[in-house]
């Protein structure tokens, strides 16, 4: 029994450094985040952004030289990759079972379906799903610091995601009403989509006429997504699918705004919109920071597993994306919008009595 174990550690070993490379990109690529947004590769701790941002320039032509200065400024914004860890110790043979029994069945070749293969892709498969369920929004690297025993310990805790970084931006005042990148919206469901969503693409045209004429993406929840869908068939008695670019666009942008659900946003009604190229994600891919190592400890029935490898998200500029309140996704705002609509739908029917 020992000298079969052995030969498994072994096989998952040469397997581990033989295809190394193909399970990191496994780990970190081939999901909604390289799909939907823009990749950043080779970051090794930190990468600054810089946003080149000029006031109007243009003026009357006359004869004299009459240059003005200061027109330009820097907007600098920095993407950070942190090292988020795999450590396993797990045997092997209590695996075995249960793989036999799906993949050796009359007709399938076990070569197939080499258990090392098998064990390790399952790994790193998780591994992706980790960065798409919780980090990309929802990570906040204050966790490891402030958070639960188990929070220390969760993905969560290795960086901050993309709502982390908006709830910061609020905070800090640097997206906001008065700045017009923050377009509250109140609570989004199945009998509003369509006007909350049209509201916020057409005040941040207001607030940034560009986007009128530029393909943006409009980040949401699949839930949010659904509301819009059921909310439209039900106005319009179709669904507004375009099977000819495979997307659905936001109804009056000209086929400019691209309706994204994320599956990473979960059930929020948070909405971003901005242009794909804004939404960073940041990997050091296959870089010395960047290993899978399958070693046999001291117990010679058990493997351990190490992963190791740096990830980060950013926005490259807050003046290009457009967000609705952080509170949209509390209890309380759905309330205060519920009783906003029983008040105006009461107020409506004494106006007509």
């Known amino acids: 029994m020992a000298a079969k174990n052995a030969v498994v550690i072994t096989d998952i070993q040469a397997y581990a450094e033989k295809h190394e490379k193909e399970l990191l990109m496994l780990a970190v690529g081939e999901n909604e985040l390289t799909e939907k947004c823009t990749v950043l590769a080779g970051v090794k701790d930190k990468h600054t952004m810089t946003e080149l941002e000029f006031k109007s320039l243009v003026k009357p032509y006359k004869k004299d030289w009459d240059p003005e200065g200061d027109k330009a400024a820097l907007i600098p914004r920095t993407l950070r990759v942190e090292i988020g860890q795999v450590e396993l110790e797990e045997e092997p043979l209590s695996y075995r079972k249960t793989y036999l ?87 989004i469901n199945p009998s509003n989509a369509v006007a909350k969503l049209k509201d916020i ?117 807050l003046n290009a994306l457009f967000t609705n309140e952080a509170e949209v996704d509390s209890d309380e705002s759905a309330s205060a919008s519920a009783s906003a609509s029983a008040s105006a739908s009461a107020s409506g029917s004494a106006s007509g009595s």
């Open 201 to 317: 693409y057409r005040k941040a045209a207001k607030k940034a006429p560009r986007i009128r004429s530029r393909v943006t993406r409009m980040y949401m929840s699949y839930e949010t997504y659904d509301a819009y869908t059921d909310n439209y068939q039900a106005i319009n008695g179709a669904l507004p699918y375009n099977k000819e670019f495979e997307h659905t666009f936001l109804e009056g942008s000209s086929r400019k705004c691209i309706l994204t659900p994320m599956r990473g946003m979960k059930d929020s009604k948070r909405i971003i919109l901005t242009e794909e190229w804004n939404m960073v994600y940041g990997v050091d891919t296959l870089s010395d920071q960047e290993y899978i190592e399958v070693f046999n400890p001291a117990n010679p029935k058990v493997m351990g597993f190490l992963l190791l490898m740096a990830y980060g998200f950013q926005f490259r500029s």
């Open 101 to 187: 029994g799906s993949f050796m069945k009359d007709g399938v070749d076990p070569k197939d379906h080499p258990f090392a293969k098998y064990f390790l892709e399952g790994v790193v498969i998780r591994v992706n799903n980790d960065l798409v369920d919780e980090a990309a929004f929802w990570g906040d690297i204050a966790l490891k610091e402030s958070g639960t025993d188990e929070q220390k310990k969760s993905v969560a805790a290795v960086n901050d995601g993309w709502m982390t970084i908006l709830n910061k931006e609020i905070a800090a005042g640097n997206v906001s009403e008065v700045k017009g990148n923050l377009i509250p919206t109140g609570d």
